[in-house]
């Protein structure tokens, strides 16, 4: 039975003495949900391809180096750079953190990619088929799928004895299904509109699958596999750059010319800092798919 104090925030979302892994967590979406957790108390290590990306990821936002923080918050790690789509490079990360880890109790598969784009708005089939064909090519659409979908399934692979152990006597905070995965999958997976992005919404769409899939399969070592679907947030995939920080900003015009966009704005990084300590932190939650997309989803047609 719970009292009222138990009901704050601090308490609610406090993540001290828990350790992560984020996988593209340098840039983005996975930087926020990095800075998150760290905020918050948590030991968060991050992979990327990119040294430097890493290197200023930990330098900079560490909460250690925030003194507005205080005591309240943990510690950015950069790992060495990792291609989440090699399975030794994996492993390698997994071997690396069992040297200084006992467990792990979250993890988030954020690395991803874009993939090629052609928008098709012909309506004779003719011109329909030699803009798709020609500006899409089958090794762009495996790339996606290699990155976005099926590193996705090996990360979480890789680190499920690593999760299990954070539940085990000696683990970390030793709850059942206290360990879990976010996956980072997107709003274009929910959708109905390819946007012209076929291989990517295609492969958020499987991204999506997979994880109810591993949710109901991964049950049985009593780790939860949960997702975030982001709409339009700021990284390097929407922007096409970053600055010193590895922070971007949404290209002026961007979501006002979309026109689909409820809120009429870009997404915070604090929104997505709150999906995820909401999926760490709640243990009852499994399987489940949150968009925070600022009600785009009520808008664009979905499946």
Not at 189 to 210: D, I, P, W
Not at 252 to 263: D, F, N, R
Not at 281 to 288: D, P
């Amino acid at each position: 039975m719970a009292s009222t104090h138990h009901f704050q925030a601090a308490r609610l979302f406090d993540v001290k003495g828990y350790v992560a892994v984020v996988t593209g967590g340098a840039t983005g979406i996975g930087l926020m949900a990095t800075q998150a957790l760290a905020a918050n108390g948590a030991k968060v290590y991050i992979t990327s391809r990119r040294e430097e990306v890493l290197a200023t990821a930990a330098e900079t936002h560490s909460p250690d180096l925030q003194h507005e923080m205080g005591e309240t918050g943990g510690q950015i790690i950069a790992l060495p750079p990792c291609d989440v789509r090699k399975k030794e490079d994996l492993q390698k990360v997994v071997d690396e953190i069992s040297k200084k880890e006992k467990y792990i109790n979250l993890l988030i598969c954020n690395a991803g990619i874009a993939g090629p784009k052609a928008e098709p708005k012909e309506e004779d089939a003719n011109d329909l088929k030699k803009k798709l064909w020609e500006n899409e090519s089958v090794e762009e659409w495996q790339q996606t799928f290699e990155t976005d979908v099926t590193s996705v399934y090996f990360t979480t692979v890789a680190f499920l004895p690593l999760l299990q152990a954070a539940i085990k006597p000696g683990g970390g905070p030793h709850e059942e299904y206290s360990a879990s995965v976010i996956t980072i999958s997107s709003m274009s997976g929910l959708m109905r509109e390819s946007q012209g992005h076929f291989s990517y919404n295609a492969a958020k769409g499987a991204t999506v699958h997979l994880t109810k899939l591993m949710s109901t399969e991964f049950q049985k070592a009593k780790i939860r596999v949960n997702s975030i679907a982001p709409g339009y947030f700021p990284s390097e995939m929407t922007a096409k750059q970053s600055d010193d920080r590895n922070k971007s900003e949404m290209p002026e015009g961007k979501i006002e010319s979309t026109g689909h966009v409820p809120l009429m704005r870009a997404g915070r990084d604090e929104e997505i800092g709150m999906g995820v300590l909401f999926f760490c932190k709640n243990h009852y939650v499994n399987g489940e798919i949150m968009a925070i997309d600022g009600g785009v989803l009520n808008v664009v047609s979905g499946r």
